[in-house]
């Protein structure tokens, strides 16, 4: 039985730094089961072709030189309009598979992608290993009866089937590793140097690594690709999460399990995994590319510690993701880190407000938090790297401010991105009109005009709108719909380049021509930031002169 997996393009304006690693444990878990298995990595091969979209040529070739059972396609929520545009090239040259997907770009919204994307037969709702597994043997055995096969949502007819949903993994120690051998890793390594520190500078042979599934945190930004149990509540519930934890209950009962907002594997499995990667590919840098491995101290307390039990510090160096509050909390954890072989650690540390990282992304950090972990990555000599946002729902000009005024005070230049309200994540669930209305002038009116809509023409209004969204969110660095309920995106922009250049005086100067033109407060700066303002000091020294001369 002969299986494909399509990895879509993604980032065509940067190389290619991740390995796909949903391909490479399927295809590892089809190896195992004797099966044919090959990988179709579009956004390695683009690399070979400009960088820029495979050509519908190559990708025919590709597909029809062989007669595949089954073809897999996944990827981010940023992949929906390629992989929406390579669907019917690929049902088109291989009629007779079966066509499967899985990963973040449809999990959340699965009887919706089915309706936009037909040639689909069938989607794997979040983690796809043990789900997958069973697909697999069921088209093998020739019957072909996945009613009974957990996390799965198919086409039945015209309408869709939800079976079962399926308890996320406990034992994280039974995924196999990759099938390497099957990627591209020659592509890749081409790549490998990525401008975080000296060590990932001068790679030449860097590998990426995957082992934490899930987040503690509750960024309300952010979503898990359907491999949390808030993920699980928001898919099963459709964004209500309470509806959705009564499925989730009821599958842990079933299954005897606790399913958890954050997942790891034992500190040996991915040490080990390091261990294969130098043995068998002699890398010289790895990027562990879990979501936030600093928020489980234990854990990554545990994994140094074998790294340099193993020698590994010596060897290979490495890089991950990180969050304040858990650095903040306990700054040790930066030289134990470090001492195993870390070169950089990346933050998310989103804004400077307080009252927007309270009331608007809720990550259970504070302007404290990430104030004490830049003085303790400096106090280790280690290059702060970080990342921040504008555009949050409730987030002001006085707000804006306090994260130009933290660059200021700590010497940082940083481009912030604008808020994307990703499908799946809890700000598009909460803001879900506001997003679509701004895609469709119809939907716009029908709400805010109260217009009386048949049930099925405004159920195509919306999927429609929902269609033109997310084809807008194939790229994280460019605009998409707003969730700010303050600022439009044309301002976002000009604010976003005047912070980047820490021009206070523009963009307080603007803040007075708005708020004189509209008295809308969220144009109205505190005293707090006169010292930034020229207008505020003009004034004042306008009243000096005034007062001294009577």
């Not at 396609?73 to 997907?101: M, V």
């Not at 996945?146 to 034992?171: D, H, M, Q, V, Y």
């Not at 039974?174 to 020659?186: F, Q, S």
């Not at 044309?490 to 206070?504: N, Q, S, V």
């Amino acid at each position: 039985m002969k299986t494909l997996f399509i990895v879509p393009e993604i980032r065509l304006d940067s190389a290619p730094t991740t390995i796909p690693f949903w391909a490479g444990i399927l295809a590892a878990i089809v190896e195992k089961k004797h099966g044919d298995v090959a990988i179709l990595d579009l956004n390695a091969i683009r690399m070979s072709y400009g960088g820029g979209l495979v050509s519908s040529k190559i990708i025919k070739d590709e597909i029809t030189s062989e007669k595949w059972d089954i073809i897999g396609i996944g990827g981010l929520t940023t992949t929906y309009g390629r992989i929406k545009s390579l669907a019917p090239l690929i049902r088109k040259h291989s009629p007779d598979a079966i066509f499967i997907a899985g990963g973040g770009w449809c999990s959340y919204n699965p009887t919706e992608i089915l309706q936009l994307v037909p040639e689909l037969d069938m989607i794997c709702i979040g983690e796809g290993e043990e789900t997958f597994s069973e697909f697999y043997d069921e088209v093998a055995s020739g019957r072909k009866n996945f009613e009974n096969i957990n996390g799965l949502c198919l086409r039945n007819g015209e309408s869709f089937k939800f079976t079962n949903p399926r308890a996320l993994i406990s034992n994280l120690d039974t995924i196999p590793y990759p099938a390497y051998d099957l990627l591209e890793l020659d592509i890749y390594f081409k790549y490998s140097s990525l401008p975080y520190s000296v060590d990932s500078f001068n790679s030449k042979r860097r590998l990426s690594t995957v082992w934490e599934r899930g987040c503690p945190r509750g960024c309300t930004f952010c979503s898990h690709n359907g491999m949390s149990r808030i993920d699980l509540q928001n898919i099963y519930g459709n964004g209500d999460r309470k509806r959705g934890e009564l499925l989730v209950r009821a599958s842990d009962k079933a299954n005897n399990t606790f399913q958890l907002p954050a997942r790891w594997p034992s500190a040996k499995y991915a040490v080990d995994n390091v261990k294969l990667l130098i043995e068998k590919y002699n890398i010289d840098f790895f990027m562990a590319v879990d979501e936030n491995m600093t928020s489980n101290l234990k854990w990554t307390e545990e994994f140094c510690q074998l790294y340099i039990d193993e020698g590994l510090h010596k060897l290979v160096k490495w890089g991950t993701l990180g969050d304040a509050p858990s650095v903040a909390t306990h700054p040790e954890i930066i030289k134990t880190m470090k001492d195993a072989g870390c070169s950089y650690i990346s933050f998310g540390f989103e804004s400077a407000s307080d009252k927007v990282l309270n009331a608007d992304i809720k990550k259970g950090q504070t302007r404290h938090h990430i104030q004490k972990t830049l003085d303790t990555l400096k106090k280790e000599n280690m290059r702060p790297i970080s990342t921040f946002m504008i555009g949050n729902p409730h987030e002001d000009i006085n707000d804006l401010m306090e994260t130009v005024d933290f660059w200021i005070q700590n010497g940082a230049e940083i481009d912030p991105f604008i808020c994307t309200p990703y499908v799946g994540s809890p700000i598009f669930y909460d803001n879900q009109d506001f997003i679509l209305m701004q895609y469709d002038p119809r939907l716009k009116l029908i709400i805010e005009k109260g217009i009386e809509m048949p049930k099925e023409a405004l159920k195509r209004i919306r999927l429609e709108a929902l269609d033109k969204f997310m084809q807008d969110c194939g790229d994280a660095f460019q605009y998409t719909a707003t969730v700010s309920k303050y600022f439009s995106v044309p301002e976002l922009f000009a604010l976003k380049r005047f912070m980047y250049t820490h021009d206070t005086k523009r963009m307080l100067a603007w803040a007075h021509e708005r708020f004189d033109q509209t008295g809308l407060q969220q144009w109205h700066h505190n005293e707090k930031w006169e010292k930034y303002c020229s207008i505020c000091l003009a004034k004042k020294e306008l009243a000096k002169c005034h007062t001294n001369t009577n």
